[in-house]
């Protein structure tokens, strides 16, 4: 009986991180879509930034369920790919680029973070159909 106990505490503790977790996200991105303009939207670095913070949603969810902090990594080089990706979108006009590669800079960046929580969250649903 101890060990349902356990394993009830265990579940019951993953869920309060996750419900933090998401609470944290949705604060996020209420702060984004309060103090930013409506003409803002249309910018391709608000996608970035509106992506970033899935990303780090996904990378705290890894982090706080510790059952997976062992298993679960994200792909570094996919990340750091993004980040330069996001900050040559950022400094494209100090860098006198083309709106249209600033756009594509914009693209590479959105899609290296989803494609780096599309792993995590492949590997946390390889990890629970492993667990059951």
Same mark, same amino acid.
């Given at each position: 009986?101890?060990?349902?106990?356990?394993?009830?505490?265990?579940?019951?503790?993953?869920?309060?991180?996750?419900?933090?977790?998401?609470?944290?996200?949705?604060?996020?991105?209420?702060?984004?879509?309060?103090?930013?303009?409506?003409?803002?939207?249309?910018s391709p670095l608000a996608?970035?930034?509106?992506?970033a913070i899935g990303l780090?949603?996904?990378?705290?969810?890894?982090?706080?369920?510790?059952?997976?902090a062992a298993r679960v990594?994200?792909?570094?080089? !996919?990340?750091?790919?993004?980040? $330069?990706?996001? &900050?040559? @979108? #950022?400094? =494209?006009?100090? !860098?006198?680029?083309?709106?249209? $590669?600033?756009? &594509?800079? @914009? #693209?590479? =960046?959105?899609?290296?973070?989803?494609?780096?929580?599309?792993?995590? &969250?492949? @590997?946390?649903?390889?990890?629970?159909?492993?667990?059951?």
């Amino acid at each position: 009986m101890s060990e349902a106990n356990a394993q009830h505490a265990a579940s019951t503790s993953s869920r309060r991180w996750t419900v933090i977790g998401s609470g944290l996200l949705i604060a996020a991105l209420a702060l984004v879509v309060i103090y930013t303009s409506r003409s803002a939207f249309f910018s391709p670095l608000a996608v970035v930034v509106i992506s970033a913070i899935g990303l780090a949603a996904v990378l705290l969810q890894v982090l706080f369920r510790r059952d997976l902090a062992a298993r679960v990594h994200s792909p570094l080089w !996919l990340n750091v790919l993004g980040v $330069l990706f996001a &900050l040559v @979108a #950022l400094f =494209a006009d100090s !860098l006198r680029l083309s709106p249209q $590669l600033s756009e &594509l800079m @914009a #693209l590479g =960046a959105v899609g290296s973070f989803g494609i780096s929580s599309v792993v995590i &969250l492949a @590997a946390i649903r390889k990890h629970r159909a492993l667990s059951r």
